[in-house]
C-alpha cells in the first residue's frame, strides 16, 4: 500500500526531496507490516525491490558451510538492507527476519531511477550504506571462526585423559610443589632425628628415592600424554585457522565483485541522467 510523504520525509535517503518529489515518490513507494520472527526474504531468492526500516529491526544473516547462522547486521530505523538483488538482478546473499513487528517500506527498480532523477545525491547515500555493511561483513569475517577447538577437543576425550590433564595440571602448580616439601621434610626428620618414631628408612633414603624415582616416571608420562593432546589440539587449530581464512578470502572476492557490479551499474545510471539533463 502507498505510504505517506510526511513518513517519507523521516528517512535518511529521502531528505533531501521537496514536498513536490516526495509525494510523486508516495504515490509510487510501497509499504508493509511485518510480524516478529517473519522472514522477509531467503538467501537466495530472486529480488527486485529494496527495503527501508521505517521502525522495528531486521537482522540479516547466513548459514555457513556447516550449518552455523552468521548474523552479518541488524537494520534498524532508516537503515536499507536487500539492494544487492535489486541492481545486479541477482539471487538474495542473505536471509531477512523481522526481530520485532516492523514497518518496511519497498523500493524496486523504477522506483529507485525516479529517486535518482529527482534527486542524485540519493544514490551517494546508498553507496555509504553499502559501504558501512561492507565494512561490518569485513570485521566479522576477520573474527569469526567456524567452531570451538577447545569445545571439539573437550567432547573427545575419554575419562583417563581428563584424569591425565588434571594431574598434569596439578604437577605444574605451586600446592604440589608444597606438599612434596613438606612430604620430604617430614620423611627425613623422622628417620633422621630422635623423635621417638621408628625409623624405617634411615639414611641414605633407599625407600624415599624409589618412591620419588617412580612419581618422576607417572609424572612424565602423565606430562607427555597432556603434550600430545595439546599437539592435536594445535593441529585441529591450524585446520580450522586455514578453512577460515579459506572462506574469507572468497567471501570478500565475492562481495568485491558484488560492489564493483553495484559501481558500474551507478556510473552507467549517472551517465545516463546526465545525458537526460542535457537533453
Known amino acids: ?51 527501508i526500516v521505517r521502525s522495528g529491526e531486521v537482522e540479516l544473516y547466513v548459514k555457513d558451510t556447516a550449518g552455523q547462522k552468521i548474523v552479518l547486521t541488524v537494520a534498524e530505523e532508516n537503515d536499507l538492507f536487500g539492494e544487492l538483488s535489486m541492481l545486479d538482478e541477482r539471487p538474495r546473499s542473505a536471509t531477512a527476519m523481522t526481530l520485532m513487528d516492523t514497518e518496511l517500506l519497498l523500493l524496486d527498480r523504477e522506483d529507485l531511477l525516479l529517486l535518482f532523477q529527482k534527486q542524485p545525491d540519493a544514490a551517494l547515500n546508498m553507496l555509504a550504506a553499502m559501504s558501512t555493511m561492507l565494512r561490518k561483513v569485513d570485521r566479522l569475517l576477520q573474527t569469526r571462526v567456524s567452531r570451538n577447538v577447545n569445545e571439539e577437543m573437550d ?68 606430562v607427555l600424554i597432556s603434550q600430545n593432546r595439546q599437539a592435536a589440539k594445535d593441529k585441529i587449530r591450524a585446520d580450522i585457522e586455514y578453512d577460515v581464512n579459506i572462506k574469507a578470502e572468497l567471501e570478500i572476492a565475492h562481495l568485491h565483485e558484488k560492489v564493483d557490479h553495484v559501481h558500474e551499474q551507478m556510473l552507467e545510471r549517472f551517465s545516463e541522467m546526465e545525458r537526460m539533463l542535457k537533453t
Open 155 to 222: 567432547e573427545k576425550l575419554p575419562t583417563l585423559q581428563l584424569i591425565a590433564d588434571w594431574i598434569a595440571w596439578f604437577s605444574g602448580s605451586m600446592q604440589f610443589l608444597i606438599i612434596n616439601g613438606l612430604w620430604f621434610a617430614v620423611w627425613i626428620a623422622v628417620n633422621t632425628l630422635p623423635l621417638g618414631f621408628n625409623q624405617f628408612d634411615p639414611f641414605p633414603f633407599g625407600l624415599l628415592t624409589m618412591i620419588v624415582s617412580l612419581e618422576a616416571i607417572f609424572l612424565s608420562c602423565f
Open 1 to 51: 500500500m502507498p505510504c505517506n510523504p510526511t513518513d517519507l520525509a523521516q528517512v535518511r535517503l529521502f531528505e533531501l526531496l521537496d514536498e513536490n518529489e516526495l509525494g510523486e515518490l508516495a504515490s509510487v513507494i510501497d509499504s508493509m507490516s511485518a510480524p516478529a520472527g517473519q522472514i522477509i526474504f531467503n538467501a537466495g531468492d530472486f529480488g527486485d525491490a529494496l527495503y
